[in-house]
T-cell receptor, first 113, second 114 residues
Framework: GENVEQHPSTLSVQEGDSAVIKCTYS??????FPWYKQELGKRPQLIID?????GEKKDQRIAVTLNKTAKHFSLHITETQPEDSAVYFC????????????FGQGTRLTINP | NAGVTQTPKFQVLKTGQSMTLQCAQD?????MYWYRQDPGMGLRLIYY???????DKGEVPNGYNVSRLNKREFSLRLESAAPSQTSVYFC?????????????FGEGSRLTVL
């Protein structure tokens, strides 16, 4: 089955700097890669996703890149702000029927003022 | 429109006791899921239901049972709770294939087994 590895487990950056979180997946059939943000004590919420027919996707300060050959994808946050502090999870799955997402272990991002 | 609602939010059990976590969604979604979240291990799928009337095992099904009562409701049962089942449990739902693959999560249920 699918296995997703996520790094780093913790990341601390200065406000205004960029943050990058990386994930690798094992199943070459996976074609959908979402990123979820979980604030302290809250539920995970989707912030951006990418499908395997696209190499990069951007939404304001957030971007995701996908390298299918190497089976890795990354989340990039630019101009970080205090409200970006949270735990971020990457995930992978094959679209169709139920979305059986396999999640990475999570990255705790702290933005220092 | 409440989204995904799960109860209870907190529960303390003794080893060997049983309990059921309830989940309901009002988004007319076909698929529903139960995940557990443990520190450093992300979210792991326990069971899922692709559509009403079907259930399947996820990554960590041992010690759990589920029931898809109808399209709206999906319950998770612990028959004989163990300390290893201390965790935060999230119910989630997702729509049809033609929609996005987004999962909508409930607020979570924190379970402690003593």
């Amino acid at each position: 089955g699918e296995n997703v590895e996520q790094h780093p487990s913790t990341l601390s950056v200065q406000e205004g700097d960029s943050a990058v979180i990386k994930c690798t997946y094992s199943d070459s059939a996976s074609n959908y890669f979402p990123w979820y943000k979980q604030e302290l004590g809250k539920r995970p919420q989707l912030i951006i996703d990418i499908r395997s027919n696209v190499g990069e996707k951007k939404d304001q300060r957030i971007a995701v890149t996908l390298n299918k050959t190497a089976k890795h994808f990354s989340l990039h946050i630019t101009e970080t702000q205090p409200e970006d502090s949270a735990v971020y999870f990457c995930a992978a799955t094959i679209l169709g029927g139920a979305q059986k997402l396999v999640f990475g272990q999570g990255t705790r991002l702290t933005i220092n003022p | 429109n409440a989204g995904v609602t799960q109860t209870p939010k907190f529960q303390v059990l003794k080893t060997g006791q049983s309990m059921t976590l309830q989940c309901a969604q009002d988004m007319n979604h076909n698929s529903m899921y139960w995940y557990r979240q443990d520190p450093g291990m992300g979210l792991r799928l326990i069971y899922y239901s692709a559509s009403e009337g079907t259930t399947d095992k996820g990554e960590v099904p041992n010690g759990y049972n589920v029931s898809r009562l109808n399209k709206r409701e999906f319950s998770l049962r612990l028959e004989s709770a163990a300390p290893s089942q201390t965790s935060v449990y999230f119910c989630a739902s997702s729509g049809r294939i033609s929609n996005t693959g987004e999962l909508f999560f409930g607020e979570g249920s924190r379970l402690t087994v003593l």
